[in-house]
């Protein structure tokens, strides 16, 4: 079954870090595209980091350049996004998604599949 599944979100204080886990089974994330997208209560669906299989690019949202860390573990077929320094405007429920190309693109409707969400709460 083709499956994308989130986890490592959490309770943790400003300035703590977190890494955040997405598992795909039933494809091989080689062949696509795999961003992290966030959206805090009362706020539009934002793009915060993508890597692209076609040269291992990442890019990642301004608000959160130097701070945050997308790779991936091909063995493990995983996507990791690693978030250092974390502020309270961090604070969001954070996704995992795959496009079906080895480009990234900001749009999230470009987006195929998609996992369920995990929270992500900075405050002291």
């Known amino acids: 079954q083709v499956q994308v599944v989130e986890s490592g979100g959490g309770l943790v204080q400003p300035g703590g870090s977190l890494r955040l886990s997405c598992a795909a089974s039933g494809f091989t994330l080689d062949y696509y595209a795999i961003g992290w997208f966030r959206q805090a209560p009362g706020k539009e669906r934002e793009g915060v980091s993508c890597?692209?299989?076609?040269?291992?690019?990442?890019y990642y949202v301004d608000s959160v350049k130097g701070r945050f860390t997308i790779f991936r573990d091909n063995a493990k077929n995983t996507v990791y996004l690693q978030m250092n320094s974390l502020k309270p405007e961090d604070t969001a429920v954070y996704y995992c998604?795959?496009?079906?190309?080895?480009?990234?693109?900001?749009?999230?409707?470009?987006?195929?599949?998609w996992g369920q969400g995990t929270q992500v709460t900075v405050s002291s």
């Open positions: 890597f692209s299989s076609a040269d291992g690019s990442a």
């Open positions: 998604a795959t496009r079906r190309r080895y480009h990234c693109v900001s749009r999230k409707d470009e987006y195929d599949y």
